[in-house]
Nanobody, 119 residues
């Protein structure tokens, strides 16, 4: 069982920045992939960015050039640095971790952290 704890959400004005943190109960190098998802009211949950165990990243088109993933292995934490925030970025952001073990996929979620961007 992997526990994920997010923090760093808040309210900012358009153009501002926030950094979200996702701290894992397990060594993050034991996890095959981390991802950040977001869900706005009335909308489906969508993936924002992915970080593989090898360190490669992938971003959803609307956040490319504005959001950046990083990790601190010693702190077992993955970060999502968000810059040039827009009102459309308003959502609850969730950290996601995927483990592949013995041909089984295990998926874990954090509790979510709210990001509100005002115009």
């Amino acid at each position: 069982q992997v526990r994920l704890v997010e923090s760093g959400g808040g309210s900012v004005q358009a153009g501002g920045s926030l950094r979200l943190s996702c701290t894992s109960s397990e060594d993050i190098l034991s996890i095959n992939q981390f991802a950040w998802y977001r869900q706005a009211p009335g909308a489906q949950r969508e993936v924002v960015a992915r970080l593989s165990r090898g360190g490669s990243t992938n971003y959803e088109d609307s956040v490319k050039g504005r959001f950046t993933l990083s990790r601190d292995i010693a702190r077992q934490t993955v970060y999502l640095q968000m810059a040039s925030l827009k009102p459309d970025d308003t959502a609850t952001y969730y950290c996601n971790a995927i483990l592949w073990r013995a041909s089984q996929e295990y998926v874990y979620w954090g509790q979510g952290t709210q990001v509100t961007v005002s115009s």
